[in-house]
């Protein structure tokens, strides 16, 4: 369980198994979300550890279980689809880890979901829908009834993002300034130069 090499057959005797075990991983479970990290020195999950105990305890997520899983390839930049991936203030409870990750919770489900960059046009959104542990398919909730809004606004937002990358690859593209509707996604572009900043 240490994740070290135990055995294999065709190793020449020379070769120090000890050297290839996998490789460790940092690992933090807060409210049955497990986050995972592999570097070497992992951020400081405790400024908000207390605010997802307190804003997502009350809807159990360690009991909860999968009602759905749902994967789409969208034809444009990672930055593009992320910035549009903003959660509406609609009476639910989020919360984004920067840049790639997101959290919601609503009355009745909730949403897990990862992007995931695959190339300088490409990204990978993935969403898990979570419902209650003890509720059965068919009597307490159907899938399409839990997955229909966010499965509609995935497919129009990849119409959208994708679009928007044909406008970006335009040559007479050039960057414009976000309206006052658009503070989120001013904001997650502040927090990505900040970034860029402090890796130079």
């Known amino acids: 369980m240490d994740g ?11 070769v120090d ?13 807060v ?22 105990k307190r804003f997502f305890a009350p809807h159990r997520l360690p009991d909860a279980r999968i009602c759905h899983w ?26 984004q880890f920067f840049p790639l990750n997101w959290i919601m919770a609503c009355n009745d ?14 990204t990978d959104v993935e969403i898990t829908w979570l419902v209650d542990g003890n509720a059965q398919e068919g009597d307490d909730y159907s899938v399409e009834e839990v997955t229909w809004l966010w499965a ?23 960057p414009g300034p976000y309206s006052t509707m658009e503070v989120s996604a001013a904001g997650f572009v502040d927090w990505y130069l900040k970034q860029l900043r402090l890796e130079a």
């Open 31 to 52: 409210e049955g979300l497990l986050f995972v990290c592999l570097t070497n020195t992992p951020p400081d999950l405790n400024p908000i550890v207390d605010d997802i």
């Open 152 to 174: 509609k606004t995935v497919e129009e937002d990849a119409w959208l993002c994708e679009n928007n990358q044909r406008g970006v690859n335009s040559r007479r593209y050039e």
């Open 109 to 122: 489900y909730a949403i897990l979901s990862r992007f995931t960059p695959v190339s300088p046009q490409e």
């Open 70 to 95: 749902a994967s789409h390839h969208i034809r444009a930049n990672w930055k593009i689809v992320t910035e549009n991936h903003k959660v509406y203030d609609g009476g639910v409870t989020a919360i």
């Open 4 to 14: 070290c090499l135990r055995a294999a057959r065709h190793l020449p005797q020379s």
């Open 17 to 29: 198994k000890s050297q290839l075990g996998l490789h460790p991983a940092h690992v933090v479970e």
